[in-house]
Each structure stands twice: as structure tokens, then as C-alpha cells.
């Protein structure tokens, strides 16, 4: 059964239109995070959530935005999406205690295009 | 800072052959921990290994195996025997103690297991 699902699994969207991608998780896990992945290069962390503390990467685009409502849910808003912006996301959740990071689980990703 | 190299951006191999996967990184934690995930053609990253920084004692399991050496600051990754479902792109990460809801990524390695 999956553990960290992410809806849709491709998403289109047109130049300049928002767009925002789902990730749920069925593990209980206090941080849940989200990775952007272009083609052929290494998962890039967005930000990520310790609990409801959003953390956002320095070099992360304002354009990026997310929610993060309850601890099953999260999500990446991307307000006015560029062609660059084409790439797999990748969600991830982790249990983290404070003295070690157990490990990652990755949903499947969603793969999005802009039109 | 924390950083993750994977000098070799591509290798091929032929099947039954023993191939390593070469990681260096860079933290000035002394507490930290790496990881290997594996990236099939499917997308989803799935999780391989998690070693912390004071246990430097070499782990097999089954044909994977994994040598972590504090004084190179490496954590290879080899597989005996390969076989084509091995093909995937494989990539290091490293967790910080002081941050240890953070994972970083190296740019991964693809591995082709040639029939």
C-alpha cells in the first residue's frame, strides 16, 4: 500500500496559471518535504515542513509556495508557473526525532508540464 | 556547509559484473548521516541505506554492499554480480545532525547493466 501519495501523478498547466500539487501520507511522520527534480539531475529540496515550521530554502523562487493543513497533507502552490518550472516533484515524509533522521519516503512524484 | 559528490555521472557494465558507485561528501558536523537511494526508470526513490557517522563498520546485504570510510570522507556503494534490474539511477545524500530534517542529494549516478 502506498505510504506517501501524490496527486496527479502528471499535471499540465499553462504558462502563468497556477497550479498546485497534493502529497498525503499515511506514516505519521512529523516532516514532510518537497523536492524538485529536473531531467537527469538530483532531487533540488524546495523547503520542508518540522511539524507545522515551514522551512524554506534560501534559493527556493517566491513563485513556490506551500500548506501544510494537518499532518497527513501538504502541498505546493506554484503561483505563476514558468516553463523552467517543468519537473518532477518529488514529496517526502521523514521521522524525525531530533537526534536522527530515520530516512526518507518518496511518493512516486508528479510529473508537471507548462504549456 | 554540507555537499555530496558523485563524480561519475554515467557507468556501463555488463550483467554479472561487480560495479561501485563512488560518494564523497563534505559536513562539519561530526554527527551526521548518508544515505543511498535508488531511482528506477519509474521514478520513485526508494531507500537502500542509512549509516550514522560513528559507525563506520562495513554493511552487506545480499549482493549490495556499502564501504564508509570517515578518514576519505566516502561512502561507496558496491554491487556484486549486477544484474539489468540493478539499472537505475543512484544517488548519495547526507544529513546533518545539527539539521537533521534536512537531506541533501548528490547528482546521482545512472547505472546501466547491459545484458
Known amino acids: 500500500d502506498a505510504m506517501v501519495i501524490q496527486n496527479p501523478r502528471y499535471q499540465v498547466t499553462q504558462f502563468g496559471k497556477p497550479v498546485t500539487l497534493s502529497c498525503s501520507q499515511t506514516?505519521?511522520?512529523?516532516?514532510m518535504y518537497w523536492y524538485q527534480q529536473k531531467s537527469s539531475q538530483a532531487p533540488k529540496l524546495l523547503f520542508h515542513y518540522y511539524d507545522k515550521d515551514f522551512n524554506n530554502e534560501a534559493d527556493t523562487p517566491d513563485n513556490f509556495q506551500s500548506r501544510r493543513p494537518n499532518t497527513s497533507f501538504c502541498f505546493l502552490d506554484i503561483r505563476s508557473p514558468g516553463l523552467g518550472d517543468a519537473a518532477m516533484y518529488l514529496c517526502?515524509?521523514?521521522?524525525?526525532?531530533?537526534?536522527?533522521?530515520?530516512?526518507?519516503?518518496f511518493g512516486s512524484g508528479t510529473q508537471l508540464s507548462v504549456l | 556547509a554540507q555537499k555530496v559528490t558523485q563524480a561519475q555521472t554515467e557507468i556501463s557494465v555488463v550483467e554479472k559484473e561487480d560495479v561501485t558507485l563512488d560518494c564523497v561528501y563534505e559536513?562539519?558536523?561530526?554527527?551526521?548521516?548518508l544515505f543511498w537511494y535508488k531511482q528506477p526508470p519509474s521514478g520513485e526513490l526508494v531507500f537502500l541505506i542509512r549509516?550514522?557517522?560513528?559507525?563506520?563498520q562495513n554493511e552487506i546485504s545480499g549482493r549490495y554492499s556499502w564501504n564508509f570510510q570517515k578518514s576519505t570522507s566516502s561512502f561507496n556503494f558496491t554491487i556484486t554480480a549486477s544484474q539489468v534490474v540493478d539499472s537505475a539511477v543512484y544517488f548519495c545524500?547526507?544529513?546533518?545532525?545539527?539539521?537533521?530534517?534536512?537531506?541533501?542529494f548528490g547528482k546521482g549516478t545512472r547505472l546501466h547493466i547491459l545484458p
Open positions: 559536513t562539519r558536523d561530526t554527527t551526521y548521516y
Open positions: 549509516r550514522n557517522s560513528f559507525d563506520e
Open positions: 517526502a515524509t521523514s521521522r524525525v526525532t531530533g537526534l536522527t533522521n530515520e530516512k526518507l519516503f
Open positions: 506514516l505519521n511522520h512529523n516532516v
Open positions: 545524500a547526507l544529513s546533518e545532525a545539527n539539521r537533521d530534517d534536512k537531506i541533501i
